[in-house]
């Protein structure tokens, strides 16, 4: 279908509004009602798995080279509903890397041959702009953030994974994740050369855009070192207090120059 089609824009207008939803609930509304929308998205996710598989099973001959879960946003999907419910800390760095970096390239240059309402159009924008959604929600919504040194290990999970996605495609005569050809349509690989340039461009186009978006968070880090302050952890949402802001415990029966009454001073922070 022509990619900006007018029900494909209606798509991405409604994928914008549903991800600006989620951060304003995260940000609004933390605690239980952020963690209810988190799982309630993970949900969604998980349907569109499920729905997936039961349609490629049930449906078209079912086939080793065309029929298996492995292109990264199907795997994405499946990690992203993972790090909405669980909030552990890699399935969080790879919902946000791979989301913002794989998954909203996807969204924005679709592979896909037919229009709403066609069962497959609706499961792959459904579980595209989902996870782009979760990445946005965990990490701007929640204010959780990638620990030092996430870009690294996510491209070096990703090198892995392709590594073995290409040994399933030379066994199976597949081409997931387009490693033995481009996609029929004209998506970002498009313009990264002939193959298979363009397996060595969008490794360096991946490794650009971890960086690009590890950038604040490395820049928040330098900035808290330089004050002493206490690191951001991405199992927990950064507590909602400005950069530089001090926040002094009540002095204790002691009376303040007990040991109970010491005020206790922590330069606290986020990313706004």
Do not use: K
Not at 21 to 49: D, E, Q
Not at 92 to 115: I, M, R
Not at 138 to 163: D, H, K, M, N, Q
Not at 184 to 210: D, E, F, H, N
């Amino acid at each position: 279908m022509p990619v900006f089609s007018a029900t494909y824009v209606v798509t991405l207008l409604a994928t914008a509004a549903c991800a600006a939803g989620l951060v304003l609930v995260g940000r609004r509304w933390p605690g239980r009602a952020s963690r209810r929308a988190g799982r309630l998205l993970a949900l969604v996710l998980m349907a569109v798995s499920v729905t997936w598989i039961v349609t490629t099973t049930t449906g078209a001959p079912w086939s080793w080279g065309s029929s298996l879960p492995l292109p990264l946003c199907d795997l994405a999907t499946l990690v992203a509903a993972a790090a909405l419910w669980w909030r552990r800390p890699i399935l969080v760095e790879l919902t946000y890397f791979w989301g913002l970096a794989g998954t909203l390239q996807a969204l924005l240059t679709p592979d896909v041959q037919v229009g709403f309402p066609s069962l497959v159009f609706v499961e792959y924008v459904v579980a595209h702009a989902g996870i782009v959604a979760a990445a946005l929600f965990l990490v701007a919504g929640e204010r959780v953030a990638p620990r030092p040194g996430s870009p690294r290990r996510v491209y070096l999970i990703t090198l892995a994974y392709t590594a073995f996605v290409g040994a399933v495609d030379a066994v199976s005569g597949g081409d997931y994740m387009f490693l033995r050809h481009p996609p029929a349509a004209t998506t970002m690989l498009s313009a990264l050369g002939p193959w298979p340039w363009y397996l060595v461009s969008a490794a360096g186009v991946a490794a650009v855009l971890l960086a690009l978006l590890d950038a604040p968070f490395w820049w928040h880090r330098r900035q808290v070192r330089r004050q002493g302050g206490p690191q951001p952890s991405v199992t927990e949402p950064v507590p909602p207090q400005r950069l530089g802001t001090t926040t002094l415990r009540p002095a204790g029966p002691a009376g303040p120059a007990g040991p109970a009454g010491t005020q206790h001073a922590s330069a606290n922070s986020r990313l706004d």
